[in-house]
């Protein structure tokens, strides 16, 4: 089990840019693939980046592909995710999770996994 900690969040103009971060406590970092996910008050978590524990292969969602890059630093238990050319429909919480020895797909949230409590990203028109 991890603990998980996001941040890097804030308000930003539409084209904007932001990185976010999520920390991981705990041991064996490296052995837990780590997903992105961003929610909405009122509808259900989207899956936006996935990291894979073992190689480092990468997954995005489609909105978000070639705007957004996940990576992760092992020796620092963090994972990141570099947001570019935002816009208003990028607004929502982020969270960061994590699944041990988790694979690429399926993309749904694994609700048995590890939570962070998210970070806010606001992006202004």
């Known amino acids: 089990q991890v603990q998980l900690v996001e941040s890097g969040g804030g308000l930003v103009q539409a084209g904007g840019s932001l990185t976010l971060s999520c920390v991981a406590s705990?041991?064996?970092?490296?052995?837990?693939?780590m997903s992105w996910f961003r929610q909405i008050p009122g509808k259900e978590r989207e899956f936006v980046a996935r990291?894979?524990?073992?190689?480092?292969?990468?997954w995005y969602a489609g909105s978000v592909k070639g705007r957004f890059r996940i990576s992760r630093d092992n020796a620092k238990n963090t994972v990141y995710l570099q947001m570019a050319s935002l816009q208003p429909e990028d607004t929502a919480v982020y969270l960061c999770?994590?699944?041990?020895?988790?694979?690429?797909?399926?993309?749904?949230?694994?609700?048995?996994?590890?939570w962070g409590q998210g970070t806010q990203v606001t992006v202004s028109s």
């Open positions: 999770s994590a699944t041990q020895w988790g694979s690429l797909f399926p993309t749904l949230p694994d609700l048995d996994g590890d």
């Open positions: 705990g041991s064996s970092f490296s052995t837990y693939t």
């Open positions: 990291i894979r524990w073992n190689d480092s292969s990468t």
